[in-house]
């Protein structure tokens, strides 16, 4: 008994006393002012107003000091306004729900997988493995291209695809903002695989007749973290182009590049990488600070190509028999370790309170100085954001996330159930977790939102967005349907 | 995959699966009755022919749309095979989907049902023909060949695992999809799988009872589900109008007693075959016919035996009739007691046993509507048929009012059953 006591009573004192050391460091800044105030004021009562106007008198202004410093002062209020970057708004987000005809049992994919493979029964048990342990659902969905034996991978199926994914997404998005095209200025879309020519920016403007002076831009090859990439590129643009729109459309074809080979480290993206694609609209203009959903605070991005390693773990190459696919080296985890590291060093800085940002120097300090052997300290971005979007890569990044930034199981839902229902649709992932974090009724106004992108390269980049008004459960969206059922428990191994 | 058969006749074919549009929950099983696994070396192959408007300008995804909608109704299908700890087999119901097959052919619609008549075994290449095996957990029960036609015609061939029903089970399906095709839901509740319940292994104390005379006891199969013949097997088929099936029935009438034309054309046929075999004639038969009330899926057929104590050959049609009718013993209960005595795990067959003959007059085959169209011919044949053959009588095309007649027999006897019904009996 006197064991356990003792425990309890030193762990309820060290939570208070972290609670208490982080108000006082929060507030550093206002618990100096109170007292300079109080001591102001008495100092002002002790005087008296004769004595008050005295001093004032005795300062002697004359008409162009006044003149002067006021100019000062208006003068550096200007350049204060007009140097501060635009904000940027989120005004609405549109992701795509595939039709059930492109659904993909685990059954059907691991059939499929077996008449095609019929030499390799190796790879189709690695798949099988894989599959069981993803953390993907059953109503995943491939194109139609895929769901043939073999697949049937033509630039007509991957352009039909395209059209379906991409034209869908901006419609619903522009039905839900009344938007017309002719009101876009910025468009970028971003898609890593598929890079047809005319581009898939040119096909929107196509499709929906958008201005002839519009700046489009259309980003390949960047991997799953484009989707911030893009959304990058659209807050550059919208600082220099003044009262504008942007729209930016992320997603990944998956048509022409279904892996029709039997090398195992490049059989490992058929079983996770899932149709899906999302549109949002951005924006500049001052009237969209009422109705837009969140504000972009700040955007990171690290990249360690310089490392050959890094470089080479996400590596699009043909395997022995001449079939092209992804190759995913065995320490892409330990890397993408890395590059978080790397993100959060510089993030940190920037959206940490300032009680965890001292500790952390604390710790840095003494481990250079005193003892390396002292364990690093991991910031707590729980404090720093009420929502977490992590990039649903892979059942493996999550948890390495999770374990990493010391997440509870609420904050990483998102993620998990987007890899469950909707597979890895790359850099798109992230607006289908906030779907549903939106689905779920969870979005306050004033929210942090932090959204962590992984991609080939290796890239780690990060976005930072302040909710600016509660959203109300959407009627609409991928999620609609089956909200309700999640969470689900998603077991270690599905028994297949 | 292009690929093709029969020198090109059917070229351009693909393979793909449809499954059920929602999720079936986990852990969803369907244990098949002891009926059903006395059919399972036995396969349904159906054939709706269709005119050209009926699939006029439809894409491929259009096709299968009411596919993945009807499929949310029939999850059992969509399953595939397991075995039980004791061996006996049962359907995992986890959404794999049935077979979805597109070809082309290069003749026009009429033009293959001219050389369909004179070679019947044409036929094989519009349907599926996928044993469920050699591993049962990737063998689809159901395969759906879509085959375009020159003209613009589709035909839709159906190959259903007789171990999930019997015709009218089959018929019912496609009737229902018919029905999503036209926008109205299918009247059937959704889930009919359950979870799996422990197995009872019923320690039978019926080892010492025989084999009933309806089946017969092959294999071991193992998890190849075919039927081995001794000889090959060889389809045909005709058609009986409504005037020369009243002939018919006429002619056999005695006693005043009337007989259905089922009746009448397999007293007839039993007769035939008779004369053909000579000392090995058929003295039993066995009657499959089906229940107007169980509309269950599964098989529910009547399979009853007919035994002879006289020689066929010199034996007046209308006596043989009058056996089948009022003679015929019901051996639902013994095929049963026959399964259950090693728990599903022996292999039977039903259809060719003995020379078997099937009531299908009853079968809905001509109501699977297709916007608006209704099939303009269904030819149906069984396959995995045993040595002693199968005779199935199916309802004609509905403006004839007659019967179609589709035999299974091995190939030698052919011929002299064409000569002899059409000498004898004016049929052909």
Known sequence: MPQILPNFLSSVKLKYVKLGYQYLVNHILTFFLIPIMVGILVEILRLGPEEMLNIWRSLHFDLVQVLCSSFLIIFIATVYFMSKPRSIYLVEYACYKPPITCRVPFSTFMEHSRLILKENPK???FQMRILERSGLGEETCLPPAIHYIPPTPTMEAARGEAEQVIFSAIGSLMEKTKIKPKDIDILIVNCSLFSPTPSLSAMVVNKYKLRSNIKSYNLSGMGCSAGLISIDLARDLLQVHPNSYALVVSTEIITPNYYQGSERAMLLPNCLFRMGGAAILLSNKRRDRRRAKYRLVHVVRTHKGADDKAYKC????????GKVGINLSKDLMVIAGEALKSNITTIGPLVLPASEQLLFLFTLIGRKIFNPKWKPYIPDFKQAFEHFCIHAGGRAVIDELQKNLQLS?????????????????SSSSLWYELG???????????????????GSGFKCNSAVWKCNRT?????????????????????????? | MVSSMAEGLIYDIKLSSVGPGTVTEPDMVHEPSDMDLAMKLHYLKVIYYFGKQAFEGLTTLKIKEPLFMVLNYFPVICGRFRRAESGRPYIKCNDCGVRFIEAKCEKTMDEWLEMTKENASLEKYLTPNQIIGPELGFSPTVLLQYTKFKCGGMSVGLSWAHVLGDAFSAAEFLNQLGKVVAGEKPNRPINLAHLKTKSTNSGSPLTNMEDPLSVKRVGPVGDNWMTVNNCKMEAFSFSVNATQLSHLQSKISSNGTDFSPFEALSAVIWQCIAKIRRESEPKVVTICKGMEQNKADGNNQLISVVKAAYPIVEANPGDLAVLMKNAALDQREKIENAIEKDNGVSDFIVYGANLTFTNLEEAKLYEFDYRGEKPSYVSYRVDGVGDEGAVLVLPGPPKNGGRTVMAILPENEVTELKSELKTEWFMI
Not at chain 1, 471 to 496: A, F, M, S
């Open chain 1, 314 to 321: 996400v590596y699009e190459q043909e395997d022995p028999q």
């Open chain 1, 436 to 454: 549903y974090i939106e689905a779920k009724g969870r979005m306050k106004k004033g929210d942090r939102i932090w959204q962590i992108a992984f």
């Open chain 1, 471 to 496: 959203v109300r459960t959407p009627t609409d969206g991928p999620w609609q349907d089956c909200i309700d059922r999640y969470p689900v428990h998603i077991p270690e191994i599905v028994k297949l």
């Open chain 1, 409 to 425: 199981a609420e904050h990483v839902e998102a993620s998990r159930m987007t890899l469950h229902r909707f597979g890895n649709t």
């Open chain 1, 123 to 125: 790879s189709v048990d």
